[in-house]
């Protein structure tokens, strides 16, 4: 099982861009899938974008085209650059991996966007 840190969460204006990162404790060459999702409070966790077999990354419609995912597959580090950000993206991050025929989760960041 992939260990997953994320980090680059906190607090910014609405308009303004964070960028998060996802360390794995291996090379991201290893790692089929990776995503990332959110969960607001009183909400349950949802899909923001995903990236299957190191392709192009698929995302949510609330944060197509604000949000790019990209990873260092040279590496062992996964970005999330969110830009245009908005209150409604208020909610913690969580960056998440497929390998070995299971699922890691990292512990979340914290992303808080005010008005």
């Known amino acids: 099982q992939v260990q997953l840190v994320e980090s680059g969460g906190g607090l910014v204006q609405a308009g303004g861009s964070l960028r998060l990162s996802c360390a794995a404790s291996?090379?991201?060459?290893?790692?089929?899938?990776m995503g990332w999702y959110r969960e607001a409070p009183g909400k349950q966790r949802e899909f923001v974008a995903i990236s299957i077999s190191g392709g192009i990354a698929t995302y949510a419609g609330s944060v197509k085209g604000r949000f790019t995912m990209s990873r260092d597959n040279a590496g062992n580090t996964m970005y999330l650059q969110m830009n245009s950000l908005k209150p409604e993206d208020t909610a913690v991050y969580y960056c998440n991996a497929y390998s070995d025929s299971v699922w890691s989760w990292g512990q979340g960041t914290q992303v808080t966007v005010s008005s």
């Open positions: 291996r090379s991201l060459r290893s790692i089929d899938t």
